[in-house]
């Protein structure tokens, strides 16, 4: 049989499939899709959601019916009627488990907006309390070091990944369950399946479901840094920001592609200039439109207001410092007349976008881009401000997103 399995660059309900396909030594097109592409493929898929298992031409949807499937082919699938029904209704107890805590990663993956702190107080820990004794009960009758009698099952893969998500993010719910930890630790020890374990990427701290490993390098200003770091602030992913002094740049910038900054290292492979960056991330964390032609629209919104930016750029450096020059030549020359220029044109698109964003899409990478730029202005001169207050209102709506305007508070207040 010809096996292709569909779903997010993420382990999620894909990876028990995954990690079974690898197990039995079984080859599989791993077919990872970003949140980019979802909605053309949405409608293509029997119930709109994934994973999606294809078996000869023939789609499969249902996590739990790919699994099942999977285990009758694969022998991971009790010989006895009753032990197949006490490894389906362990499997159901554990899925019950994984929906009380299931929005906390999503929210940190960066898929969802939502307090996780919140999340990991009022349902992550009381799920673990109620949930986490009956499984250790089960593991100890058992007597196979796995979630049944009958051995090791297609269950066991489900509930390594769903239990061992918790027990690698709270190492003190790894102390606290030393039987689910050893028990997570054996599926994961699997000839076949430990391969695939140690050469999938590794994951940090809590955010160790994300698959990536990210790296920001940028001078301690806002600058062309800054949307960056919006975005990753907006989607609660981690990275480190790492900040360069002028002092340090001449030595640094021979070892970057093209000798600027910024640059943003993926699992140590660096992505240089920042249009690149942004619209990369926004791969990744949900902020690309699906449809191809508003992704050509947020582009050409982005490469206007850059136009605009390049305008007004030496004022702002001049204005901090790192430029010799005639700042109010600057003003008067430059930025007032492009911004007699440019404004009225960006008004023209906020209002005609309906969703208070720059286009019907909603909120892009574009937004955090604009939302700077734009706002290095509106928030520098209260005249424009005034003005012009529907690029006001939009700049104050991207920099209010809650995990954003933690950071806008806390950033030093610089111009630029």
Same mark, same amino acid.
Not at 17 to 24: E, S, T, V
């Given at each position: ?21 690898? *197990? ?78 299931? !929005? ?13 702190? !919140? ?28 979630? &049944?009698?009958?051995?090791? &099952? ?21 102390? $606290?369950?030393?039987?689910?930890? !050893? ?12 391969? *695939? ?73 660096? @992505?240089? %200039? ?8 926004? &791969? ?28 007004? *750029? ?26 007699? %220029? ?23 990478? +574009? ?17 424009? +401000?005034? $003005?012009?207050?529907? @690029? ?14 933690? *950071? ?9």
């Amino acid at each position: 049989m010809g096996y292709k399995l569909t779903y997010f660059g993420i382990r999620g309900l894909g990876e028990p499939a995954r990690l079974m396909f690898k *197990h039995a030594g079984v080859a599989f097109e791993d077919n990872v899709i970003d949140m980019a592409s979802w909605p053309q493929l949405k409608g293509t898929t029997p119930f709109g959601q994934l994973p999606v298992l294809e078996v000869d031409g023939k789609s499969i949807a249902q996590s739990f019916a790919i699994y099942r499937f999977l285990a009758s082919k694969f022998g991971l699938a009790p010989g006895d009627a009753v032990d197949q029904a006490m490894a389906d209704s362990i499997a159901d107890y554990v899925l019950e488990f994984d929906l009380k805590v299931r !929005a906390y990663f999503v929210i940190l993956l960066g898929m969802r907006q939502g307090d996780k702190d !919140a999340e990991l107080k009022d349902k992550v820990l009381p799920a673990i309390d109620q949930h986490f004794p009956v499984i250790t009960k089960w593991l100890k009758a058992s007597g196979s070091g796995y979630l &049944t009698k009958a051995g090791l &099952t297609w269950a066991d893969f489900f509930a390594a990944e769903k239990l061992g998500n918790v027990v690698y993010a709270f190492s003190d719910a790894a102390a $606290k369950y030393p039987e689910i930890k !050893a028990f997570v630790d054996k599926v994961y020890s699997l000839p076949n399946v430990k391969s *695939h374990i140690d050469s999938r990427p590794k994951y940090f701290f809590r955010e160790y479901l994300i698959a990536m490993v990210y790296k920001l390098t940028y001078f301690g200003v806002r600058g062309y840094g800054e949307p960056a770091r919006l975005m990753f602030k907006h989607a609660g992913v981690a990275f480190e920001d790492n900040v360069v002094d002028m002092a340090s740049w001449p030595q640094l910038k021979g070892s970057t592609p093209f000798g600027q900054l910024p640059v943003l290292e993926v699992d140590g492979k660096p @992505i240089a %200039q920042s249009f690149a960056i942004y619209r990369f991330l926004a &791969t990744k964390l949900g902020l690309s439109p699906g449809d191809a032609v508003d992704q050509a629209l947020t582009d050409s919104i982005a490469e206007y207001v850059k136009e605009f930016d390049g305008k007004v *750029h030496d004022y702002f450096i001049i204005l901090l410092g790192f430029m010799q020059g005639d700042k109010d030549a600057e003003l008067k020359d430059k930025v007032l007349p492009a911004i007699d %220029q440019y404004f009225p044109v960006i008004t023209k698109w906020l209002k005609a976008s309906g969703t208070g964003y720059l286009t019907k899409a909603g909120l892009t990478w +574009a937004d955090f881009f604009a939302a700077e730029k734009l706002g290095n202005v509106v928030n520098t001169f209260s005249d424009v +401000a005034g $003005k012009y207050p529907e @690029i006001k209102a939009f700049v104050d709506k991207v920099y209010s997103l809650p995990n954003v305007k933690g *950071h806008i508070d806390s950033r030093p207040k610089t111009p630029y």
